[in-house]
């Protein structure tokens, strides 16, 4: 790795948590009430970011700038996505976080993000000890009509992205009636302050 990747790596990062402790991702209070549907901010955040980039390479591969068929795509393992899912989708219900929030969190000085990252380094080192006997378990549930949604439902890339940004109108228009009815989302302010009222 060069000197230059590492340079842009922790540009990139830093950047990103600035984004995030100033957005108020960084407190609990703002990530557990996705959890209540009380503030749609992180879920509308995190489709928007996915549904952008999928549009963003089909496009780019239709102008040869990006060679799909040279980006790396990960198997679809369906089953251990489950288990993953379940797993860090109750640490983050419980605790308020996820892996990379609770840094933004410890670096701006909350306590309960330390506590959980610690728990978060204990886990990984668990679960690499343990790694023999739960290999199988990571490897759960393949696809094997293929690894992307196109190719696992033998449709053109247009019409899974077509579905997804009419997904992510339908989530900014259902989510925010839903913050209306529910009280409103928590303003960065008050996630950064910590405060768990949210905004009348």
């Known amino acids: ?47 928007t ?7 963003g390479l089909m496009v780019s591969g239709w102008l040869g ?35 990379g929030t609770s840094v933004v969190g410890l670096m701006s000085g909350r306590l309960d993000a330390s506590v959980f990252l610690l728990g978060l380094i204990v886990g990984t080192l668990v679960f690499a000890g343990a790694y023999d006997q739960l290999e199988a378990l990571t490897t759960m549930g393949e696809v094997a009509a293929g ?24 989530v900014f228009i259902g989510g925010t009636a839903l913050e209306r009815r529910l009280g409103g ?3 960065a302010a008050q996630a950064v302050a910590g405060a768990t009222k949210a905004n009348p």
């Open 185 to 187: 989302p928590v303003s």
């Open 147 to 170: 690894d992307t949604l196109p190719d696992a439902l033998g449709v053109s890339s247009l019409w899974v992205n077509g579905f997804m940004v009419i997904a992510a109108v339908a």
């Open 65 to 99: 700038l990006v060679s799909l068929e040279g980006l790396f795509v990960p198997p679809a393992l369906l089953g251990a996505a489950a288990i993953g899912g379940i797993l860090v989708g109750s640490g983050f219900a419980v605790g308020g976080y996820c892996p």
């Open 1 to 47: 790795m060069s000197l230059i990747e590492i340079i842009s790596g922790l540009a990139l990062g830093f950047a990103f948590g600035f984004i995030l402790e100033n957005a108020g991702f960084g407190s609990p209070c703002k990530l557990t009430a996705q959890f209540r549907l009380s503030d749609w901010s992180v879920f509308k955040v995190m489709f």
């Open 49 to 55: 970011a996915i549904v952008f980039t999928s549009v």
